[in-house]
């Protein structure tokens, strides 16, 4: 295991998913998370909070929904630290989504969008 | 005929109330599991707004309400396992060794690594005072048992700043009970 994250299959699979948003220049929402991982959401944000809680990601708020009415989401990205610390454990656990990574840079995956402009993090 | 038409009618008003009502009941329900999940109040109200805002990207009345009962069996699973693993330590916390105990079967009642702390709760009071007591009363050899099981195993009874007062040593791996006045 690499650093202090217990490391699953949901893990790994949000792992892959955040490293082609890093990619890819993105950042997701929980539902984008959810969808591109197709995990539950509980899953999901067991895991996003593992991954904040030691550092591996950074959340924010945008500053209002695009949809008039709607509620703020809150996105995340990888950290530095996190894309180490997500390369050795793919690495180790899951080499394939590495070799896919490096082949196909910048692919966008389904449910993903542009962040609205940034707000603080939190 | 006529029956059938007025339930008819009356089932699509509930229809049509049960699907106004379940996006509400979603957004009611994710908040609820957001702070039984979270022990954080901040964390807690963060991820109650972002799960609102999850429920409402989520396409459909029935699904929004299904995603919500998801988090909500989840908080509640998950809370019962913390409330059984607070029980776990409060039990071990109770353990106090008595006289004749031996130390390994009270260290099973301990979680590993738990010693310690208990032991650094217990002996809040002034060890060094009651081990004075010890030292007028029965001499250096005794001092020097309890400083070694206070710094093991022992356990100080709150009574050691009163008149009289006992404390739980371990010696030769069972505790015994010495008393001081």
Request: charged share 25%; net charge neutral; aromatic share 6%.
């Amino acid at each position: 295991m690499a650093g202090p994250i217990r490391v699953t299959n949901p893990l790994l699979d949000v792992l892959e998913v955040l490293l082609q948003a890093f990619d890819s220049h993105d950042d997701l929402h929980g539902w984008a998370v959810m969808k591109a991982t197709k995990r539950s959401g509980p899953t999901v944000y067991g895991v996003l909070d593992r991954l904040e809680d030691a550092g591996w990601i950074s959340g924010w708020w945008e500053n209002e929904n695009p949809e008039p009415g709607k509620p703020r989401r809150r996105f995340y990205s990888i950290t530095p630290t996190g894309v180490i610390g997500a390369q050795e454990i793919l690495r180790s656990r899951r080499p394939q989504a590495l070799r896919r990574r490096h082949r196909a840079p910048g692919t966008v995956l389904p449910g993903w969008q542009h962040a609205a402009p940034q707000g603080g993090a939190t | 005929v006529i029956v059938g038409i007025v339930l008819g009618i009356v089932s699509g008003l509930l229809a049509n109330e049960l699907c106004e009502f379940s996006p509400w009941c979603a957004r009611r329900l994710v908040r609820w599991s957001a702070f039984r999940r979270y022990a954080d109040p901040g964390r807690a109200e963060m991820r109650a707004e972002e799960l609102a805002a999850l429920i409402n990207d989520r396409p459909g009345n029935l699904f929004k309400l299904i995603t919500a009962i998801g988090f909500a069996g989840a908080a509640v699973i998950g809370s019962a396992r913390r409330a059984a693993a607070s029980q776990e330590q409060g039990e071990a916390d109770q353990v106090v060794p008595s006289e004749g105990t031996t130390v390994e079967s009270a260290k099973a009642h301990v979680p590993p690594g738990d010693v310690g702390r208990r032991l650094s709760v217990n002996v809040a009071v002034d060890v060094s005072e009651a081990i004075d007591q010890l030292a007028k009363r029965n001499g250096p050899t005794t001092t020097d048992i309890v400083r070694r099981a206070v710094s093991m195993y022992s356990d100080l009874e709150k009574d050691a700043h009163g008149a009289g007062g006992k404390v739980l040593i371990e010696q030769n791996g069972t505790f015994q009970e010495v008393r001081f006045v």
